[in-house]
């Protein structure tokens, strides 16, 4: 058996989520201090509670039109979205980091209002259906040559449709200040990760390419909605698993070092990582 404190442990079988996985590719110190060491995080970032909060309004309309069929009321929605935000901001422990464009609670609960209303007034769902809503789904990782690891891949889909053609589109509903690229979108390994558990779990036909799409919410004076789709070809879900499975052998193999970049800024470890030797 694998080193139990690499992941989720149900049952006789491990679990790692692309949210492990993409913290070790982006400082593999930090994932053991968040995940082998569960040190508690020293502060949290405002953009992370927003995050969560948007997301929780924009679940609550998806599952309203996918089991009533109906469109949840815009109140419903902000309502929602502030007391998710509040309740987070009112139970943490830790100093919030708060930002230019979020620089209090009210400017927070303010542009995420803004946000939610122009989603409600815009989103379009035409010639689609809704197959699921925050769905999860785990599916075995294979090594090169084909083999199955002990570990199982975990994640929790944001919303999955079905176009006229019958062929499913993964979707990632995101919030952020700045544009996705088109090139970022090709190469985001989350949709590859959502991709490889839509393929394995024959969702989709297992050598065929798989429709993703990220729904970005704009953080901006005069929020709006952007569309970016992309595809994901079997190349780039043995891409993924390769990667993950070079992730699991540094984890194993008690890899763990500093990586500064522009995350350092927000990161909840930085003194430890300042005091780590």
Known sequence: MQNPSLSQIVGNELYISHS???????????????????LPPERVSIALMFGSAIHAAVELYFRSLKNQGRIEPLEALLQRFED???????????????????????????????????FHNSVD??????????????ATL????????????????????????GELIVVDVKTAAKAISQSTADDDSQLSAYAYLVSANRLSPATGDVKCRFLVLRKLK?????????????????????ISN???AGIESKIFVPRVSWRCADCGYRNACRDWT
Request: with cysteine; aromatic share 8%.
């Open 20 to 38: 492990q996985i993409n913290t070790y590719l982006n400082c593999s110190l930090r994932y053991e201090l968040q995940y082998i060491r569960q």
């Open 84 to 118: 998710c935000l509040s309740l987070d901001l009112d139970n943490t422990d830790v100093p919030v980091i708060y930002k230019r464009d979020m620089p209090d609670r009210a400017a927070a609960i303010e542009m995420g209002k803004k946000m939610i209303e122009t």
């Open 125 to 138: 769902l035409a010639d689609v259906e809704i197959v699921g809503v925050e769905l999860p789904l785990s």
């Open 142 to 165: 294979y090594t090169d040559t084909g083999e199955a690891t002990f570990y199982k891949l975990f994640g929790i889909l944001d919303l999955v449709l079905r176009d006229v053609n």
């Open 222 to 242: 005069q929020p709006r909605i952007e569309r970016i789709s992309t595809i994901r070809t079997a190349f780039d879900r043995r891409r993924f698993a390769r």
């Open 246 to 248: 070079r992730v699991l």
